[in-house]
């Protein structure tokens, strides 16, 4: 029982438990010429993300959640200046609970680094946290209600989380949501797969600039792709080519120039200035590589 609960524990951050578990997850992705609004510039957004996680088991009920993500963002944020770089370190510390064969919840202190790097200071961190509740309804059927909240540069945003986990009876047809963040829904074909995500949550990064007033970068993602995924090693590798459209928002306020709240995608006392024309919507191309472990059906049966 303590083996099957540590395999539950490593399950990624949005994730309900399957009859797998992704460890380790990497991408890149490229969008080509986003174009400046009112202006003859465009811009290539270059992002490479990676994502961890560790868990330490305290019993066969609880555990302790840890683990990073991190990510870049390089892309000229005026027209015809130099590329900025972006940084975004993001630490999980976090409590899974079970409770019983069909309810379980996962806690989790969500603090980061959100920046340009260059002269880190306390602007530069940023607080969040994400409250999880699990229903098992039936074997390949399971729901997931709750709550991510985070202080940005911007001030203070938060969204209710509702989703959940389906496998048809044969294992081809998957479908994995968490909405308003996310959705996955692909098809097996054996060694391929054919899929479609979604991808959609706010971030902000602090901007330090020598002689200069500070300012900040407000990105909301909205990001729609299908895929092609190749499996390797008895699917213990999966490799995803996808191609994209995606919002590509960067906006660049002063710092100090902030908001009142945002829930999901409602913004309350939004009387900003942006500082830099709007980008346009434009294609990506996005490559990701996913360490996957695969457990026996049996061994799932009591572990949520």
Known sequence: MKNLFFLLLLLPLYSTSQEYVDIIKMGYSNTFD???????????????????????????????????????????????????????????????????????????????IASDYKNISGDDFYYGGLVLLKLQKKENLKYRFGFYASSEAFGLFATPIIGGYYLSPNKNFEVDASLPISVDINYSFGTTALGFDYFGIGRSFNISQVNLPNVYVEQRPLEFSTYVQFNVLQKSVLLRAKVGYTSNEYDVYADGDDLDFRLSAFSFGDDRTQLNPELSGGVFLKFEA???????????????
């Open 290 to 304: 996913i360490y996957r472990i695969h457990f026996k059906k049996d061994d799932t049966e009591h572990i949520d």
């Open 34 to 112: 986003a174009e400046f609004k009112g202006t003859n510039s465009s811009t290539d957004v270059k992002t490479f993300e990676i994502e961890l996680t560790f868990p330490l088991v305290i019993n066969e009920k609880n555990a302790i959640i840890t683990g990073v993500n991190f990510n870049t963002h390089k892309l000229q944020l005026f027209p015809n200046v130099a590329y900025t770089k972006l940084y975004s370190t993001l630490l999980k510390l976090g409590l899974a609970t079970t409770y019983s064969e069909k309810w379980s919840s996962t806690i989790v202190f969500l603090p980061k």
